[in-house]
Structure formats: C-alpha cells, structure tokens
C-alpha cells in the first residue's frame, strides 16, 4: 500500500509524516513499509485513517523503548 491509498482523518496524516521525519533516514524505508502494512490491517477495506487506528498502527510496529517518545511527541497533535 502507499500512503495515497488511505484517506486520512483527523490529523492522522500530520502524525504519519512527523513519525516517518522523527527515523534517521536509513530506517525510514522500513519504517513507512511496516507502518503502512499496518495501517492497512488496521484500516480494513475502509482505508480510513483516523488518529486512533494510526495509533494502534504505530503501536504495533514500534519497538517499545521508542514507543514513549513518539507518543510523547505525536500528543501535541491529537484532535481528540
């Protein structure tokens, strides 16, 4: 899937694009892969992204000792 495949609510796109940023560049491949395998799962046929299926994505591709961090910085742009 690529990111123009979901439609993004919320300011989930904003916490997709900050997220993929916050990688060092050689991780950032990988990153968006798994990260948008995940949203898919998550998404379902709708393919509607709203901030907490992109949680529940990141969540599930994030290596806990990150997963505070992230979260911590992504709080600024939750609409909910």
Known sequence: MKQ?????EENSSAMYETTV???PAFV???LKKRLLNALAEK???SAVV???VFFDALKSTTPESKLDKILGE????KTT
């Open 4 to 8: 123009d495949d979901f439609t993004w």
């Open 21 to 23: 940023k916050a990688a």
């Open 28 to 30: 950032r491949p990988i």
């Open 43 to 45: 998404a379902g046929d």
């Open 50 to 52: 709203t901030e907490a």
């Open 74 to 77: 992504l709080e600024a742009l």
